[in-house]
């Protein structure tokens, strides 16, 4: 084959490809058009049946005229002009209609008014069907096997999980992992420190389990290893057997620090090294802190090469030293039964 041949190829298929974008481009702009044209129509309708008090078989008798006046166009049906009218009623907001909804098909549009009932799970869904390139089908799977829920609420959690594990295993430690935690069965002093949260959760260890979820067993508090010829001490270590991978919790009582990754980061390769075998999925670890800024703690996390997440706990009650001391111990209620 010739220079000229080839170079001949070269700029067809170039133009091929050119070619191709464009009509992709003319449809996605002819279809953001027909939805945006769908919500003014059911703008008008809503705005009219308020206004003028039109009954509910004026849509019949719109969409009988309009396929009159505009035969050879589809999508004019009565059913059809309920969907745009209701369409313009759940999202009343033109611009999230222009931003997000028109970028999607009109059947897709209709399979969220249909699926989806709050409003900021059809976005989401709409969002990820641009992000995506779901077909309706796929989309309308993914609605029935409740994605929102298993995924969208686990967006905010801070954690490197999807960097640092493979799916659907980075997925799993996701839904696993909670943010907050909310420890109401504790009591602490305001002034408590880290072995004080530690001992309270240990105290309650059942409470706790139940708060960490399914899965979670128990190995040991302030779990040694000796690394190096040097002793630490993991604050709770745990066996997760949904994860099938060893959870290391490192407890802090005040707001997160960018220096608890790295230690965290040093007890995972020290657990991977010494406890995992080959049957286990590499070890997670968790640091828990009464606070956290949300934007530190992503920075700390983005080069971590071990699967690390921060998260905050709550304590709805905490007592003060002075009203600590005038509270009777369970020792002197009981006392005070056995006397009675």
């Known amino acids: ?5 080839k170079t001949y190829l070269q ?8 070619i191709r974008t464009a009509q992709v481009k003319a449809a996605l702009s002819v279809n953001s058009q027909m939805v945006i044209l769908y919500w003014e129509i059911g703008k008008t309708i809503l705005e009219r049946q308020k206004q003028a008090s039109w009954g509910a078989k004026i849509v019949q008798n719109l969409a009988k005229d309009l396929q009159s006046s505009f035969p050879s166009m589809k999508g004019l049906s009565d059913r059809n002009l309920k969907y745009m009218r209701k369409f313009a009623e759940t999202y009343p907001d033109f611009e999230i209609v222009q931003g997000v909804l028109a970028q999607i098909t009109w059947y897709h549009n209709i399979a ?25 089908n796929i989309l309308v799977h993914q609605i029935e096997s409740k994605l929102y829920d298993r995924q969208a609420l686990t967006d905010n959690k801070t954690t490197n999980f999807l960097n640092t594990l493979p799916a659907p295993h980075s997925e799993l430690a996701q839904e696993v992992i909670k943010d907050p935690y909310n420890f109401d069965f504790l009591t602490l002093t305001e002034k408590a420190l880290e072995k004080d949260l530690e001992e309270g ?27 190096g010829g040097q002793d630490y001490y993991l604050d709770l270590l745990f066996y997760n057997t949904k994860l099938h991978c060893y959870v290391v919790f490192e407890l802090k009582m005040g707001e997160f620090k960018p220096e608890y990754t ?28 009464k606070s956290k800024n949300k934007i530190v703690a992503e920075y700390s996390l983005r080069d971590m090469s071990k699967p690390i997440g921060v998260s905050e706990y709550s304590i709805t009650q905490v007592l003060s030293d002075e009203l600590k001391t005038t509270l009777p111990t369970i020792e002197e209620l009981e006392q005070e039964l056995e006397d009675k």
């Open 11 to 18: 700029v067809l298929d170039e133009l091929k490809s050119k």
């Open 112 to 136: 969220l008014l249909d699926k989806v009932k709050v409003g900021t799970e059809q976005i989401w869904y709409a969002k990820k069907t641009i992000e995506n390139g779901w077909s309706r």
């Open 1 to 5: 084959m010739t220079g000229i041949d």
């Open 262 to 289: 790295g230690k965290v980061n040093f007890y995972l390769s020290a657990l991977d090294s010494q406890l995992k075998t080959e049957y286990d999925e590499p070890s997670i670890g968790i640091i828990l802190c």
């Open 201 to 227: 959760l240990m105290k309650n260890l059942t409470n706790f389990l139940l708060e960490l979820g399914k899965g979670f067993a128990f190995v040991g508090q302030q779990f040694h290893l000796e690394i």
